[in-house]
């Protein structure tokens, strides 16, 4: 099956803002309001950062928020900080018969 | 909170089988929603399937339909993954998760069993 599309790769400088986009289609990121977004640092398991497209787990820093519209999902992290250089990926649930599908990931560069 | 604790690393031949475990604690296991993920080298996350204890009714990924099978032993708090004919693209690392957010919001994850596959 088909994978939610991230970019490959962003960069940003300490202290700016960035947003990655997750496209998928009307049968899952645009039909359902169950979108995750994990962080992942090399050799670590991933890290939930929002989940159902816009709530932060306890413990998460407000810095990081998600939204959606449409089709396309975004996570933004704000104040960019060198210890957010990592991997990000977002799933969403679908109608289907695998009904949990990830994005290919986006490798966040900190400048 | 609950914790998922995996079995240790495994090098396995093409056409053989592997069975992982995860085993929980610190929660209600039977309620919990067990999920299988897996990560290539250097590549994404793939969802595998679930099984609620609870329920021992399991969904697996169409693309290993046929060659994965989930179990839970509610006795032991031990969930289990068991790939069969195994294939080199088969090696990965292979987590269990759950969720206190929702089934397909994984926030505890266990540590990753590194699964070989090579002749």
């Known amino acids: 099956q088909s994978a939610l599309t991230q970019p490959a790769s962003v960069s940003g400088s300490p202290g700016q803002s960035i947003t990655i986009s997750c496209t998928g289609t009307?049968?899952?990121?645009?039909?359902?309001?169950?979108v995750s977004w994990y962080q992942q640092h090399p050799g670590k398991v991933p890290k939930l950062l929002i989940y159902n497209v816009s709530n932060r787990p306890s413990g998460v820093s407000n810095r990081f928020s998600g939204s959606k519209s449409g089709n396309t999902a975004s996570l933004t992290i704000s104040g960019l900080q060198a210890e957010d250089e990592a991997d990000y990926y977002c799933?969403?649930?679908?109608?289907?018969?695998?009904?949990?599908?990830f994005g290919g990931g986006t490798k966040l560069t900190v400048l | 909170q609950v914790q998922l604790v995996q079995s240790g690393a495994e090098l396995k031949k093409p056409g053989s089988s592997v069975k992982v475990s995860c085993k929980a604690s610190g929660g209600t296991f039977s309620t919990y929603t067990i999920s299988w993920l897996r990560q290539a080298p250097g590549q994404g996350l793939e969802w595998l399937g679930r099984i609620i204890p609870i329920l021992e009714t399991p969904i697996y990924t169409q693309n290993l339909q046929g060659r994965v099978t989930f179990v839970a032993d509610k006795s032991t708090n031990v969930a289990y993954m068991e790939l069969s004919s195994l294939r080199p693209e088969d090696t990965a690392l292979y987590y269990c998760a759950t969720s206190h957010y929702g089934p397909e919001a994984f926030d505890v994850w266990g540590h990753g069993t590194m699964v070989t596959v090579s002749s």
């Open positions: 799933s969403s649930y679908r109608s289907s018969s695998t009904p949990v599908l």
């Open positions: 009307s049968n899952d990121v645009g039909g359902h309001n169950f």
